[in-house]
C-alpha cells in the first residue's frame, strides 16, 4: 500500500492521519475547512484523554470544568461537583491541535474539497477542486453531512439530530444541563475560552422550533444574544434498528466519527468516538494480517466489540430517558430528584459524565447499589426506564459481521 487518502480534517480523520504518517504510510488528508468551529462539542471526558493524555496536557487553551448542574422542569436543579473533570475546547482550537500534530508525523494536508470518489480495480480516484489525486485505501471522515454517497453511513432525517447555540460574551466556571417537556434532547450552557457556548441539541423537532426554545431559556436565564454570534449543526443519532445495518467500511474504505454515525445518542458525545474510530481505523490498516478484502470485515468486528452494541442499546434507551414518564414525572424531572436524594445517583451520573460507565451496564450497577425503603422508588425506576439488555441487544447484533 503506498499512498491512504484521509477524507476530512476534523478529531476523526486528523487523530487517524497522525497515526497512519507516524506509521511511515504516505498519507494525504483532504478537507475544505480545516480547523473551523461547530455550537456543540469540545467536551472531552475523562475516558478520552485518560486513553489519549495529550488532550490533557498541551499548550492550547482549554477550559477545566469541575462542577456539573442538571435541571428540569418544576423539579429544580442538582449539582455535581466532578471528580473527574470535563476538559472543554473550542472546536477551532481542538481541530488545530489535532491537525498540527497530523502534519508533524508526516502527513501531507490538502485545503481542498473532494468532489468525487472512482473506485479503480486498485485504489480510488480522486475529484477534488483542485484537480485529480489518486489513493490505494481511503479513510472517510466527512462529518454528518457525508457528501459522498457510495461510502460511510446512509441515513435518513430520523437517524439525525440537530444542534445549534450561540457563542456568547460572557463566562462562568460550570456546566449547565436543561432537560425540556416532550424534547429528546437538551439545552446546554459550556465554559469556553473567552466565551459560553449556549446551545441546544433534539431530535425529531425542525430548527426553527430548538431555536425558540433555546431563546426562550435564554431569556428566562438574562443570557444576552444581542453581540451573540449563531451557529449550527447535523449530528448523527442513528435508530436502534439501524445500528445493526450500520456502513461502514466496505471494499478499499473505512468510515470514521460522523462519517460512521459514531455519536452517543443521550448524551450527543462524539469526540471520544471520533477519535477512537480513527485509531482503530488505522489499526486494522496498519495490520498486514489482515488483507485489503478483510479489512472492512476487521474494523466491524473491533468496533462492536469496543462500543457500538453499547451505542445501538444507548439508541434504544435515549426515547426513554428524554420521553418516558412513571409515577406522574417525566424520567428527566425523577433523575432530577434522584439525584438531589441519592449520593449512589449521583456517583453513577458521575461515571457517565466521564465516560466510564457504559449503558450495558447500567442496570447491573443499579441493581447492585439499590438499598433501603428510601430508595424503592429508584427500583421502580429501573424497571420502567432500563431493560435487561440481553433481552433487547443479543450479543451477536451490532454493526454487520
Known sequence: MKTVAVLGGGPAGAFAAERLAEAGLKTVLFDEKLAWEKPCGGGITYKAYSEYPFLLDNPFPKKIVRQTVIGAPKTGEAAMNLSKPVLIYSRFELNKMLLERAERAGAAIEKTR??????????????????????????????????????????????????????????????????????????????????????????????QKLRARLEAYMDERSIDRKNATFYSHMLPSLETRNWRSN????????????????????????????????????????????????????????????????????????????????????????????????????????????????????????????????????QFFLDRVIPENDRVIPENSGVLL
Open 114 to 207: 473532494v468532489m468525487g470518489i472512482e473506485r479503480l480495480d486498485r485504489g480510488w480516484r480522486l475529484k477534488t477542486r483542485h484537480g485529480v489525486a489518486e489513493a490505494d485505501y481511503c479513510i472517510v471522515a466527512t462529518g454528518a453531512r457525508n457528501p459522498l454517497r457510495e461510502v460511510g453511513t446512509e441515513w435518513s432525517a430520523a437517524d439525525t439530530m440537530s444542534a445549534l447555540g450561540y457563542y456568547v460574551p460572557a463566562s462562568q466556571e460550570r456546566i449547565d444541563i436543561q432537560f425540556l417537556p416532550r424534547l429528546e434532547g437538551y439545552i446546554w450552557v459550556l465554559p469556553r475560552c473567552g466565551h459560553l457556548s449556549v446551545g441546544i441539541c433534539g431530535k425529531g423537532e425542525p430548527a
Open 247 to 378: 456502513r461502514v467500511s466496505g471494499n478499499g474504505w473505512m468510515a470514521i466519527g460522523d462519517a460512521a454515525g459514531m455519536c452517543d445518542p443521550i448524551t450527543g458525545e462524539g469526540i471520544y468516538y471520533a477519535i477512537r474510530s480513527g485509531d482503530l481505523a488505522s489499526r486494522v490498516l496498519l495490520n498486514d494480517a489482515h488483507g485489503i478484502l478483510e479489512k472492512a470485515s476487521a474494523y466491524r468486528a473491533m468496533l462492536s466489540r469496543e462500543f457500538t452494541r453499547d451505542l445501538e442499546f444507548a439508541a434504544m434507551l435515549a426515547k426513554r430517558v428524554f420521553l418516558g414518564h412513571f409515577c406522574f414525572r417525566t424520567v428527566p424531572q425523577r433523575m432530577v430528584m434522584f439525584m438531589q436524594r441519592s449520593q449512589r445517583f449521583r456517583d453513577l451520573m458521575q461515571d457517565l459524565f466521564a465516560g466510564t460507565q457504559s449503558y450495558l451496564d447500567l442496570r447491573a450497577r443499579l441493581l447492585r447499589s439499590l438499598g433501603g425503603r428510601r430508595e424503592k422508588l429508584m
